[in-house]
C-alpha cells in the first residue's frame, strides 16, 4: 500500500463519541425495557429476575449520558479525525471480506470459505500471483483440517464441496 | 513448611514427559501468539480452549491442560517484547513501555542485549510473582473458605471498583463497559428464577453470549482493524542472540537489583488488585525513571528502561492468577479465560480448590516455575525465528488470523452465529480501543456477571433487602469500604488536586 493516503478525517472524534454514547443509551434503554417486563421489584420471595439488570441498565443510561455530554463539549482542538478516509479504507477492505466470510461460513463450510477468503486477500491485497496464492489458501485449509478432523476430532462446518468429497 | 512439601509434590506431576512435552508446545505457541499482531495472550488461549476439552476428560488431563494453556499465556508475555524491540511494535499492550528504551537500543545495534535483559527481567519478575502466589495462595484461600455471599460480593466489587479507580480511561467510560458486561452476561436463562432475560424470543440467546467470543472478537478482529490503520508493512531490525550478548548482559543487570525488586513490587501488588500488567508496566517504567541514577537518560536506549517494564508486567501477568485460583475472581482477561477453561473442565475456582483439587492447584504452581524457565530458554534461542515471522507479509498473515479467530469463535459452542458475534464484537472492540472505552472490565464482568448477581441476590435474602449486609462484620464492611473509596477515586484525585492547587 504505497500509494499516497487520504489524510482527511472521514469522521471527527465527537461525532465518534457521540455515536458510541448514543449506542450505549440505546442498549441500556433496551435492557431497562425488559427488566421492566420481568419485574425489578423486590418480591415476597427475594429479588425479581429483573431486578438485577434494571439497575445495571440504568447505570448504563446514566454514564452513556455523561458521556455523550462529555463529547459534545469536547474542544475544537480535540475533535480530531476519529479516522482518516484513507485508513477507513483500508480496515473496510478487510472488515467487508471478513463479514462476507462469516456469513459463507454457514453456507459453503468453513475450509472451502476460508480457502476463497484468503485467495481473495492474497490477490486482491497482496498481488500475489496465482500458484502462491493457490499453494497458501489451500494449504492453510488442509493443516486445519488435518489438525481438527483428525488430529483433535473437532468438526467443523462443511458444505457442498465436502459433500460432493465424500469427507465427513 | 506445608506448602514447600506440597509443591515438590507439583513438581512431580508437573515434570512428567507429557507435561514438560506441553510446557515447551505451550511456550512456542504463546511466542508466536505473541509476535503475531491481533493475537495475544486472552484470545490465543481462548482460541486453544475448545482444543483442551477432550483432553481435561482423562484422569489428571486438567493438571496437562492448565499448563498448556497457562504456558502459552507466559509465552505471549515473553513475546510481546520481541516485537516491542525489533519493530518497536507493542505485540501487546504490556509491552508499550519497553519500545521507549527497547527499540532505540535495537537500533544503536544493541538489540541481543536488550532482548536479553526483556527476557531475563521477564523472568524474573515472573519468579518473584509465582513465589509470592505459593506462599501467599494458601493463606488467602483459608481465609476466603470462611467466605460466605455478602464477603463474595464485597470482593466482585472490589474488584470492579479497583477497575474504575486505577485505570487511566475515563471513570464513566469504564463504567459504560463493564455495565455492558453484565448486561451481556445477564443474558439468556436467569440463574435463580428460570426466566427469560434480554433473549427478544431469540433462540441463539437463549444459551447466552459466551465470553470466549466477545475475547475473541474485542482483542482479536479489533486489534487486525487497528493495525490495518498503521498500514501494512512492518520494517524491523534484525537480532542474533549469541551465548556471549547474554553472559555479558547477565553480567551487567545485577547493578539494577534495585529497579528490579520495585518493579516485581509494583507488578505483583498491579497483578493482585485488578489493575493489570499493562498500567504496572507504565508505573514502573515512571518509578524507575523517577528513581534511578540514569533516570535522564531513559528514552534515549538504556537497558534499565527494559528492565522495569518488563519486570513489571510479567509479575503483574503472573500474580494475575493468584485471586483467580483462591478466589474464583481473575485480574486480568486472560487470567479470565483461564478461569472459564476450569469452570468448561468442570473444576470450581475458587478456595476450595485448595482442598479438593491440591494435586491440580499444585501441579499449576509448580509448572509456573518450570514454565518460566522453559520460556526463558526458548525465546534465548529462538529470537529470529520468531523475529522471521514477522516478515510475512500482512496480506498473507493478517487472513490467516481471521480464520484462526472464526475456528475458535466456532468451536467454543459449536455455533456458526458465534462466528458473526465475532465480527460484531470485533468491531465494537476497535470503536471502544479508539475511544478509549476499557476493554478488560467489559470482559471480566461477562464472565462474572452471573456469578456477582446471585451472591449480591444470596446476600438480599439472607438480609431480607438490607444493603447494611456489606458493612456487617469488620472483614465485608472493610472490602466494601476500599471498594467504595476505589469507586469515588476519581472524585477524591481530583478534588486533592485541587486543594494542592491552591
Known amino acids: 500500500m504505497s500509494e499516497e493516503r487520504d489524510r482527511s478525517p472521514a469522521f471527527r472524534m465527537k461525532s465518534a463519541e457521540a455515536a458510541v454514547a448514543a449506542l450505549f443509551i440505546a442498549f441500556g434503554a433496551v435492557v431497562i425495557a425488559d427488566s421492566v417486563r420481568l419485574g425489578f421489584r423486590w418480591a415476597d420471595d427475594g429479588p425479581q429476575a429483573g431486578y438485577f439488570p434494571f439497575y445495571v441498565g440504568l447505570i448504563i443510561c446514566v454514564a452513556g449520558l455523561v458521556n455523550l455530554v462529555r463529547g459534545l463539549v469536547l474542544p475544537a482542538e480535540k475533535n480530531g479525525a476519529f479516522v482518516e478516509i484513507g485508513q477507513l479504507k483500508l480496515v473496510l477492505s478487510v472488515l467487508v471480506p471478513t463479514a462476507v466470510y462469516a456469513a459463507l461460513i454457514g453456507w459453503i463450510g468453513i475450509y472451502v470459505a476460508s480457502i476463497v477468503f484468503i485467495a481473495y486477500f492474497m490477490r486482491r491485497l497482496g498481488g500475489y500471483p496465482w500458484w502462491k496464492t493457490a499453494a497458501v489458501s489451500v494449504g492453510n485449509s488442509v493443516v486445519f483440517f488435518v489438525i481438527f478432523e483428525v488430529w483433535f476430532k473437532i468438526p467443523l462446518p462443511k458444505g457442498p464441496v465436502e459433500a460432493f468429497l465424500r469427507i465427513h | 513448611m506445608e506448602e514447600i ?204 453470549f459466551d465470553f470466549l467470543t466477545a475475547v475473541i472478537g474485542l482483542f482479536g478482529i479489533g486489534e487486525i482493524l487497528l493495525t490495518l490503520e498503521e498500514g501494512l508493512a512492518f520494517k524491523g531490525a534484525r537480532a542474533k542472540i549469541n551465548l556471549n550478548v547474554v553472559l555479558e548482559t547477565w553480567r551487567e543487570l545485577p547493578k539494577y537489583w534495585a529497579t528490579s525488586l520495585r518493579s516485581s513490587a509494583v507488578g505483583c501488588f498491579m497483578g493482585i488488585v485488578p489493575g493489570g500488567a499493562t498500567p504496572a508496566s507504565f508505573m514502573s517504567y515512571g518509578v524507575a525513571r523517577r528513581f534511578s541514577p540514569r533516570g535522564a537518560k531513559f528514552g534515549t536506549g538504556q537497558v534499565e528502561g527494559v528492565v522495569a517494564p518488563e519486570t513489571a508486567a510479567h509479575a503483574a501477568g503472573t500474580s494475575a492468577l493468584l485471586p483467580m485460583i483462591t478466589l474464583g475472581v481473575p485480574g486480568s482477561p486472560t487470567a479470565a479465560v483461564l478461569l472459564g477453561g476450569l469452570l468448561i473442565w468442570g473444576l470450581q475456582p475458587g478456595p476450595l480448590l485448595f482442598v479438593e483439587q491440591k494435586e491440580f492447584v499444585w501441579g499449576l504452581i509448580a509448572s509456573m516455575y518450570l514454565g518460566n524457565v522453559a520460556g526463558l530458554i526458548v525465546v534465548l534461542t529462538c529470537v529470529p525465528l520468531f523475529a522471521a515471522i514477522l516478515r510475512i507479509p500482512f496480506s498473507v498473515i493478517a487472513p490467516i488470523i481471521m480464520v484462526i479467530c472464526a475456528i475458535g469463535a466456532y468451536t467454543v459452542a459449536n455455533s456458526i452465529f458465534d462466528v458473526w458475534m465475532m465480527v460484531v464484537f470485533g468491531v465494537l472492540g476497535y470503536a471502544f480501543k479508539k475511544l478509549q472505552y476499557p476493554l478488560a472490565p467489559m470482559v471480566l464482568a461477562i464472565v462474572l456477571g452471573d456469578r456477582a448477581e446471585s451472591s449480591f441476590r444470596q446476600a438480599m435474602l439472607v438480609s431480607q433487602g438490607d444493603l447494611s449486609i456489606f458493612f456487617s462484620n469488620a472483614l465485608v464492611g472493610g472490602m466494601t469500604g476500599l471498594a467504595l473509596l476505589l469507586l469515588f477515586w476519581p472524585l477524591i484525585g481530583l478534588a486533592l488536586a485541587r486543594l494542592r492547587g491552591r
Open chain 2, 5 to 208: 512439601q506440597s509443591l515438590l509434590h507439583g513438581f512431580a506431576v508437573a515434570l512428567s514427559f507429557k507435561n514438560v512435552a506441553l510446557m515447551f508446545t505451550g511456550i512456542v505457541l504463546g511466542v508466536i501468539i505473541g509476535v503475531l499482531p491481533g493475537l495475544g495472550g486472552a484470545n490465543g488461549v481462548a482460541i486453544l480452549l475448545p482444543l483442551t476439552y477432550s483432553m481435561a476428560q482423562t484422569p489428571g488431563g486438567a493438571t496437562s491442560a492448565i499448563i498448556l494453556l497457562s504456558c502459552i499465556y507466559w509465552g505471549a508475555l515473553f513475546g510481546g517484547a520481541i516485537t516491542s524491540v525489533l519493530f518497536n511494535i507493542p505485540g501487546e499492550p504490556w509491552s508499550v513501555a519497553t519500545t521507549f528504551d527497547g527499540y532505540p537500543l535495537a537500533q544503536q545495534g544493541r538489540a541481543g542485549e536488550a532482548l536479553t535483559a526483556a527476557f531475563t527481567s521477564s523472568f524474573v519478575g515472573a519468579l518473584v510473582a509465582v513465589i509470592v502466589i505459593t506462599f501467599l495462595s494458601p493463606i488467602v484461600a483459608s481465609f476466603a473458605l470462611e467466605f460466605g455471599p455478602p464477603e463474595f460480593f464485597a470482593v466482585y466489587l472490589l474488584t470492579f471498583c479497583a477497575f474504575i479507580g486505577m485505570s487511566k480511561e475515563p471513570p464513566f467510560k469504564t463504567v459504560a463497559a463493564m455495565m455492558t458486561g453484565f448486561a451481556l452476561a445477564a443474558v439468556g436463562t436467569d440463574p435463580v428464577t428460570g426466566a427469560l432475560r434480554l433473549t427478544f424470543g431469540s433462540v441463539h440467546l437463549l444459551k447466552g
